[in-house]
């Protein structure tokens, strides 16, 4: 069935180093994927999306990556700093059908040690 | 509002009651959402609005969950004769259609049912 995972369930990282968190899908149909972070309490908050057509986009201080061939998202965050400590989420949406869910994977806890 | 709104942000009630949450979508957005998340869980996708009507509603767990949107904007989803299963963070998003595009996601209505 469809399923978007999380291949680490926590990554635990010096400030100023950078971080990787990775992602695998399941449905190679899926057209758009997205990266969001939730801190305690709040709603996801966007951070970064990538089509299928692309396979790296930058934005400040974030990189995603999408390998299509093995179907794998990544996230790379560039000089991690406390703030920066939350879950994080990937999420495809599958192509076509009269929809625009996401389906999302269970998270990844990015602890930031300073 | 400059983000979506939830209301209430909390909800405690007794099993057998029904609850009615709320969603004031970002201005403008044609297309909401709703997502159920348990302790610890990635995002389960409940229903999908395109203007008033749902074309996607897979994702609602049993006929005791419903919703509604009205005049294209505000939604509500309600729970008839709630259960303990039905314990977790209710969680609205909304973007501008329902194509490859972030959505944008309110904080949540936390619901503990006794």
């Known amino acids: 069935g469809e399923s978007v995972g999380l291949h680490l369930p926590t990554l635990s990282v010096q400030e100023g180093d950078n971080s990787i968190i990775n992602c695998a899908y399941s449905?190679?149909?899926?057209?758009?994927f997205i990266w969001y972070k939730q801190e305690s309490g709040k709603g996801p908050q966007f951070i970064i999306d990538?089509?299928?057509?692309?396979d790296k986009r930058q934005g400040q201080r974030v990189t995603v990556l999408l390998n299509k061939t093995v179907k794998h998202l990544s996230l790379q965050i560039a000089a991690t700093q406390p703030g920066d400590s939350a879950v994080y989420f990937c999420?495809?949406?599958?192509?076509?059908?009269?929809?625009?869910?996401?389906?999302f994977g269970q998270g990844t806890t990015l602890q930031v040690k300073p | 509002g400059a983000g979506v709104s939830q209301s209430p942000s909390n909800k405690v009630t007794e099993k057998g009651k029904d609850v009615e949450l709320r969603c004031d979508p970002i201005s403008g957005h044609t297309a909401l959402y709703w997502y159920r998340q348990r302790l610890g869980q990635g995002l389960e996708f409940l229903i999908y609005?395109?203007?008033?009507?749902?074309?996607?509603k897979s994702g609602l767990p049993s006929d005791r969950f419903s919703a509604e949107r009205t005049g294209g904007s505000v939604s509500t989803l309600t729970i008839q004769r709630t259960q303990q299963e039905d314990s977790a963070v209710y969680l609205c998003?909304?973007?501008?259609?329902?194509?490859?595009?972030?959505?944008?996601f309110g904080d949540g209505t936390r619901l503990s049912i006794l």
């Open positions: 609005f395109q203007g008033n009507s749902a074309p996607d």
């Open positions: 449905n190679s149909a899926s057209d758009y």
């Open positions: 998003a909304s973007s501008w259609d329902r194509g490859n595009q972030p959505q944008h």
């Open positions: 990538i089509r299928s057509n692309m």
């Open positions: 999420a495809e949406k599958p192509y076509g059908g009269n929809t625009g869910k996401l389906i």
